[in-house]
């Protein structure tokens, strides 16, 4: 008989715990991101990745509204060569676009990464649902 196990994710829940200590670019946190993603699930057969999405006047944005209170979120624009070295993760994270792209970036490198350590993985964000094999 063959046993299957399936870690469930939060994308995001998983970045938020993470120190940006040696994180200089986007594309170190990412790496950093997926290095402990398999070393904390790495034992399971399949690994689900799930990015959350904000939806406008949902229960939960109007707890992340209230949270900021008088902070402003700011949006940034990355790629992987993004320098996020002097930003803390909480700044980082306040604007729910800026959430969304690094969701997006990170969906593929989850992709690549499970095909590098040979794992089966799905992720997804948003209306996409990618896999490897």
């Known amino acids: 008989m063959i046993k299957i196990s399936i870690a469930i994710i939060g994308g995001m829940a998983e970045v938020q715990i993470l120190s940006l200590r040696d994180c200089t670019y986007l594309s170190d ?17 399949k690994i689900h990745v799930i990015f959350y ?3 406008n006047g949902s229960l939960k944005s109007s707890e992340r509204i209230r949270r900021q209170r008088t902070t402003d979120p700011i949006h940034y624009h990355f790629d992987g060569k993004t320098n996020i070295q002097n930003t803390n993760l909480k ?16 969906l593929h490198n989850i992709i690549v990464s499970g095909n590098k350590h040979n794992k089966k993985v799905v992720s997804s964000f948003k209306n996409t649902v990618v896999s490897t094999k």
């Open 91 to 106: 700044k980082l994270m306040s604007h729910t676009s800026t959430k969304e792209d690094i969701s997006h970036y990170f």
């Open 53 to 55: 999405i904000y939806i």
């Open 29 to 45: 946190l990412s790496q950093h991101f997926l290095n402990e993603v398999f070393k904390r699930y790495g034992l399971y057969s």
